[in-house]
């Protein structure tokens, strides 16, 4: 019989606060119960963190259910709104727009992808495009929002979300839940890293003001830095930006403006893409771009041009590098966060790799012998994901056939790796959406971004001819109108927030 470890960890030091951070001694302090190891978290209020604003993914409210969170107060607490996807201008070319949905097209009613029988009538002079047939979009274009229904046999099903928040206040939220569960904060700016001679583990870190930390495990948090994994550890990074060449971002919020979309607008400009996320206080803006191709006072100007209000403070320049660490787990740290690497937040992928990263770790979670095969299991994986990510984010780029600006004409004509390559060769040749197994973007996400960007398949399966055209488009009027009545009884986003998870007071 298996006994009680007298290996269990004793310590676990987290380095940074921020949305990483505490996702972190959040999901420590739930999964140990304050029984099996103590958590401190260290953080200095000189360095601040990066959070300008978040938009997610729907696997987030998973992460909050982990955590027992109450949805209506978390958003409440966040200024929170909801998000049914993200809206794509100027991408594929200028002028064209085009909507990635939270979750699928339509309902099947055979073994043959509905996109198939949507390609079969566009052959034959239909004009409804694809979103016609998309829940999440029929909602969100005008606006609306609820919870989808539970009963799957209602188009109401057939759709998910997630959330645009501050996340200053979710850092602040998450803090207040770990620390209630015994997790201690240190105010302190790190100096020195100790490294055990025998072995290079991390023993302790030393703050400015001559205290010392010690710890059995570190989660590096720290930000681009790296300040454990790679300042301390050597770890190095493999950089993307050779696929993803946007790197530098300005950022400032905005009053709020315009509409109070349920959903993140990316708008393509001449040197990258400007982001658009609307909370309840303020709007959160920021552009994306290259800093071969534009300067960042002219990529400055450019953002402040396309505001929805006045700004509301300086604008922020971050800068960054487009990949991801050789190893997220050396040794006996571990990196989350912008300290594990950067996937430009094209398809609000941040957060959920913190939070895929932290459920990896309770997965493979370590004792003081530090068992080799599961951190290489955790590095197999975490490297898995990230280059799928990179791929969906490359697809955004390459398939465009925009020509005007030197960004989109080197975008049009780079190398893509492999693995996008076979997907997307695949596609063009029978609308066919292949994957390697289980990842964060599945078909109706690739088939949206594929379809966005014109990617156009040569020919549709077979047996989509089974239906006579008229039986056919009997089926498909009546999903695009059960789907139009259904988005229609919808309240409106605000209408839902003022009644269940209004923000008590404005930030």
Same mark, same amino acid.
């Given at each position: 019989m298996p006994t009680v470890s007298d290996r269990q960890l004793r310590r676990i030091v987290v380095v940074g606060g921020g949305s990483a951070g505490w996702m972190a001694a959040a999901a420590l302090a739930r999964a140990t119960r304050g029984r099996l190891a103590e958590i401190e978290v260290v953080e200095s209020e000189e360095i601040g963190i990066v959070g300008v604003g978040e938009a997610t993914i729907p696997p987030i409210k998973l992460f909050n259910q982990l955590l027992g969170i109450d949805e209506n107060e978390f958003v409440a607490r966040t200024q929170g709104t909801f998000k049914l996807g993200i809206e794509f201008v100027n991408w594929a070319e200028r002028g064209h727009r085009y909507f990635h949905p939270f979750g699928r097209y339509g309902a099947d009613f055979d073994a043959v992808p509905l996109h198939h029988y949507w390609l079969r009538a566009r052959s034959a002079g239909a @004009? #409804?495009? *694809? &979103? +016609?047939?998309?829940? %999440?979009? %029929? %909602?969100a274009r005008? /606006? !609306?929002f609820d919870r989808p229904a539970q009963d799957p046999r209602l188009i109401? $099903? @057939?759709y998910d979300y997630a959330y645009h928040f501050d996340a200053a206040l979710y850092a602040r939220y998450l803090r207040g839940y770990a620390e209630q569960r015994g997790v201690r904060r240190t105010e302190g700016r790190i100096v020195d890293v100790q490294l055990r001679g025998a072995d290079g583990f991390i023993e302790s870190l030393r703050l400015a003001d001559g205290r010392s930390v010690a710890g059995d495990f570190f989660i590096d948090c720290s930000g681009f830095r790296g300040l454990l994994i790679e300042e301390a550890l050597k770890t190095g990074y493999e950089d993307w930006t050779h696929w993803l060449p946007c790197d530098r971002a300005i950022a400032v919020p905005c009053g709020p403006g /315009? &509409?109070?979309?349920? #959903? @993140? !607008? $990316?708008t393509a400009h001449e040197a990258g893409w400007q982001w658009r996320i609307p909370l309840q206080h303020r709007i959160g803006n920021g552009y994306v771009h290259a800093s071969r191709f534009i300067s960042e006072d002219e990529a400055t %100007?450019? *953002?402040?041009?396309? *505001? +929805? /209000?006045?700004p509301l403070g300086e604008p922020r320049v971050l800068r960054f590098t487009t990949g991801r660490r050789r190893l997220s787990w050396n040794r006996n740290c571990l990196a989350l966060g912008l300290a594990a690497g950067f996937m &430009?937040? *094209?398809e609000s992928t941040s957060l959920h790799l913190v939070q895929s990263g932290i459920l990896r770790l309770l997965a493979t979670m370590p004792d003081r +012998?530090? +068992?080799?095969l599961a951190i290489e299991e955790y590095n197999r994986l975490t490297r898995q994901e990230y280059e799928r990510v990179r791929d969906f984010l490359i697809l955004h780029y390459c398939a465009t056939s925009r020509d005007d600006t030197p960004l989109w004409r080197y975008c049009a004509a780079m190398s893509i790796p492999e693995s996008l390559g076979w997907r997307i060769g695949h596609f063009r040749a029978g609308a066919r959406l292949v994957s390697e197994g289980f990842e964060l973007f599945q078909n109706p996400s690739w088939l949206a971004v594929l379809i966005g960007q014109h990617v156009w398949p040569k020919r549709y399966d077979p047996l989509a001819d089974a239906y006579e055209r008229d039986e056919l488009e009997r089926i498909l009027a009546g999903l695009r109108r059960v789907i139009t009545e259904a988005a229609a009884a919808m309240p409106t986003q605000q209408q839902y927030i003022e009644r269940h998870c209004r923000a008590l007071s404005v930030a």
């Open positions: @004009t #409804y495009g *694809l &979103e +016609d047939y998309c829940m %999440a979009w %029929a %909602a005008h /606006g !609306r109401q $099903s @057939t /315009g &509409e109070f979309t349920p #959903y @993140t !607008r $990316s %100007a450019v *953002l402040l041009r396309n *505001l +929805d /209000g006045p &430009e937040p *094209l +012998d530090f +068992d080799p």
